[in-house]
């Protein structure tokens, strides 16, 4: 069946403009995540979804990041007034369950270059 | 004490020989070890994972082995082949508990050479 897919695959936005970055899970899965991941760095948790409820936004670095699942499919990242060091891959992941264990299945990411 | 170490940072190997990367963590509160490799262009997928109850689990060419006293866990990749050439991750989460206690090490970057 279809994996996680994120769109667009690559983005570049001037600094200040707002962009919006899309998630569409494997269906049925529960659980969403966000994470941002630096050129040669480990991904960083950015944002926890379970359904529609955002149970975990800890990791957002400011509050120019915004994240939604209104229906508990679909999500998206919204990063408004972007600056140089929002630049990174956004990846999404969703995985069956709710439990901190257990399988996340990756997008292929999406990569934004504020310039 | 989110923090997860990983060593070495790359890696270069012979094809068939043995790869092995390290990695360490603080909280004892993690109990959920998985491993991810991640091919360039691509998101991390789910390689082999470990509960702290083992000390040993392998599948295929993959082992992971788990020290719990001291905090440790590695990677071997018997039999290393060009294919296996990646970035791959360490991480630790826990059971009842999602979001930022699920933390990914720095990654290591394999190189097998044929």
């Known amino acids: 069946g279809a994996g996680v897919s994120q769109s667009p695959r690559y983005k570049v936005a001037k600094r200040g403009q707002d962009v919006a970055l899309r998630c569409d899970p494997i269906?049925?899965?529960?659980?969403l995540f966000w994470y941002q991941q630096a050129l040669g760095q480990g991904p960083e948790f950015l944002t926890y979804?379970?359904?529609?409820?955002?149970?975990?936004k800890s990791g957002l670095p400011s509050d120019r990041f915004f994240a939604e699942r209104p229906e508990g499919s679909v999500s998206t990242l919204k990063i408004q007034r972007t600056q140089q060091e929002d630049s990174a891959v956004y990846l999404c992941?969703?995985?069956?369950?709710?439990?901190?264990?257990?399988?996340?299945?990756f997008g292929p990411g999406t990569r934004l270059t504020v310039l | 004490q989110q923090q997860v170490k990983q060593s070495p940072q790359s890696l270069i190997v012979q094809k068939g020989g043995i790869s092995i990367i390290n990695c360490a963590y603080e909280?004892?509160?993690?109990?959920?070890f998985p491993w991810y490799q991640q091919f360039p262009g691509k998101g991390p997928a789910l390689l082999i994972a470990?509960?702290?109850?083992?000390s040993e689990k392998k599948e295929g060419r993959f082992t992971i082995s788990f020290n719990k006293s001291a905090k440790q866990f590695s990677l071997h990749i018997m039999d290393s082949q060009p294919g296996d050439s990646a970035t791959y991750f360490c991480?630790?989460?826990?059971?009842?508990?999602?979001?930022?206690?699920?933390?990914f090490g720095p990654g290591t970057r394999l190189s097998v050479l044929p």
């Open positions: 992941a969703s995985s069956y369950g709710t439990s901190g264990i257990g399988e996340q299945f």
């Open positions: 269906s049925g899965h529960v659980s």
């Open positions: 979804f379970q359904n529609e409820a955002q149970l975990d």
């Open positions: 909280n004892t509160a993690f109990d959920y």
């Open positions: 470990i509960r702290p109850d083992v």
């Open positions: 991480a630790a989460s826990m059971k009842d508990n999602y979001g930022q206690n699920f933390v």
